[in-house]
């Protein structure tokens, strides 16, 4: 059973372009959560999609989007990179709208902007 | 922001020793939940205390809860090599989310 999968694992990218990043849910789960880690700190919640839909939001800008497709896979775009944006970026999988039962995590995508 | 704050940040003890952690936090919680995470890699969750709760155990692992004073421990029998890592705590609240503390640093010297 495939736990979390997240692609690309690493990327490096020029200030001012865009990426998408890829979360596949863990097989029976159907909210999909994403977070920002920057180096030695905590992950920040961006942002959680359920049924297809933003469910709740961080605190991020709108240069942070993201998108569920209704295999429950996700996307995850941030426009218009700065050099602040460079982290580790995980995807959180879990089953219902709430979470009460802890989440999986993929290993992550560490994006770095020069 | 972060919702929680882990005590101490860095940790270090020898093999076999017990190690101890704690969380505090700031508005009323569903649940707290302690994940582990190794070299800037993926969490792995360790185990989830629902506020009606006040103790757990999961193997060695032992996790309290008190939400009175809006703090957690996490307590590690019996350290290995291998429980090397950052935990941290992350709380639950109506909302689905969850909201994590910015980690302790364990190291375990052989």
């Known amino acids: 059973d495939a736990g979390v999968t997240q692609s690309p694992t690493h990327l490096i990218k020029t200030r001012g372009q865009q990426v998408t990043l890829r979360c596949s849910p863990k097989s029976g789960h159907d909210t999909v959560s994403w977070y920002q880690q920057a180096l030695g700190q905590g992950p920040q919640f961006i942002f959680q999609y359920y049924e297809e839909e933003e469910r709740q939001r961080g605190n991020f800008p709108d240069r942070f989007s993201g998108h569920q497709f209704p295999n429950y896979s996700s996307e995850l775009n941030v426009n218009a990179l700065l050099l602040g944006d460079s982290a580790l970026y995980l995807c959180?999988?879990?089953?219902?709208?709430?979470?009460?039962?802890?989440?999986?995590f993929g290993s992550g995508t560490r994006l770095t902007v020069v | 922001s972060q919702q929680g704050e882990e005590d101490p940040q860095a940790l270090s003890i020898q093999e076999g020793e017990n190690a101890t952690m704690n969380c505090s936090y700031k508005?009323?919680?569903?649940?707290l939940q302690w994940y582990r995470q190794n070299s800037g890699r993926g969490l792995v969750h360790l185990i989830l205390?629902?506020?009606?709760?006040r103790e757990k155990h999961s193997g060695r692992l032992r996790v309290t809860l008190d939400t009175s004073k809006k703090s957690s421990s996490l307590l590690i029998t019996a350290s290995r090599a291998a429980d090397t890592a950052s935990y941290f705590c992350a709380t639950g609240s109506s909302a689905s989310k969850i909201i994590f503390g910015s980690g302790t640093r364990l190291s375990i010297r052989p």
């Open positions: 205390i629902r506020s009606n709760e």
């Open positions: 959180a999988s879990s089953r219902g709208g709430n979470s009460p039962y802890g989440y999986t």
């Open positions: 508005t009323s919680i569903n649940n």
